[in-house]
């Protein structure tokens, strides 16, 4: 799913590696029908949270799943904790749901991202925060 939606998407051992790894914590949305729906992965160690990956099947979105997803992660952060991601300037839908659920951009790294498309320049990345109250 996330090598469907992500240029960046990790190779799948390198997801598979990250369930067995310490302090990290991934959530699937799984509607009745058991498709998987969508899914986040964060690594979390006591308030300093960071958002990995946050991926809705195509033909699942725009139904407030990732949404629901990126509350039950807000839900469960400690008091005080810090919610940080990285996000590519041109992923605008992105962009949006994360401002709609309060985070704010904090940094820009200049060209972080390998090109979307060959033939087109490096991306800047967007390092957005939640900050939770606490
Ligand atoms: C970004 C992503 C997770 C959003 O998931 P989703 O389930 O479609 O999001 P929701 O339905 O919960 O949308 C919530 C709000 O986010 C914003 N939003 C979501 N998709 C949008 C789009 N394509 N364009 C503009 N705004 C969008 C809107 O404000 C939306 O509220 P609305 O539907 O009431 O207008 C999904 O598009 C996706 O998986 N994209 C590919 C992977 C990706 O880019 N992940 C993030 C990497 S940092």
């Known amino acids: 799913m996330a090598a469907e939606a992500l240029p960046e998407a990790w190779p ?8 067995a790894l310490e302090h990290h ?29 946050l991926v809705v099947a195509p033909a699942c979105r725009r ?8 509350e039950h992660l807000i839900r469960h952060a400690p008091a005080g904790a810090h919610i940080t991601l990285e996000v590519r300037a041109s992923n605008h839908a ?7 659920h309060g985070f704010r951009q904090i940094a ?3 060209a972080y991202y390998r090109p ?3 033939g087109l320049p490096r991306e800047d ?3 957005m925060q939640y900050r ?3």
């Open 63 to 70: 139904q407030g799943i990732g949404g629901k997803l990126l």
């Open 108 to 110: 820009t790294r200049v």
């Open 12 to 19: 799948l051992p390198v997801v598979e590696g990250a369930f």
């Open 116 to 118: 979307a498309k060959p």
């Open 25 to 53: 914590r991934m959530v699937v949305a799984q509607p009745a029908d058991a498709t998987l729906a969508g899914y986040y992965l964060a690594s979390v160690v006591q308030t300093e949270i960071e958002l990995l990956q």
């Open 132 to 134: 939770g109250h606490g």
């Open 94 to 100: 992105a962009i949006a749901l994360y401002q709609h």
């Open 125 to 127: 990345a967007l390092v």
